[in-house]
């Protein structure tokens, strides 16, 4: 799964996963934004899998574009 990365006008970063609308999370850091939104998508993708709904093919977990 793509992950989106910017840094906010405020400083913050903000990391996405396009796949998972609405799975987004900020950070004071570049890392630390990433850590949190992938902990988030894990999180929604073990939900749905628990109740049944679809989940997105899976090549690799995570990628974040240089």
């Known amino acids: ?5 910017e840094r906010e006008a405020d400083g913050r970063w903000i990391a996405e996963v396009p796949e998972l609308p ?5 950070g004071p850091t570049k ?3 990433i850590a949190c939104v992938e902990a988030l ?3 929604v993708l073990a939900d ?3 109740h ?3 989940v997105p093919a899976l090549r690799q977990v995570f990628a974040v574009p240089a």
């Open 31 to 33: 890392a630390e934004a």
């Open 52 to 54: 049944g709904e679809e």
């Open 48 to 50: 749905r899998v628990e």
């Open 1 to 5: 799964m793509k992950i989106e990365v």
């Open 41 to 43: 998508a894990l999180r």
């Open 22 to 26: 609405g799975v987004m999370a900020y």
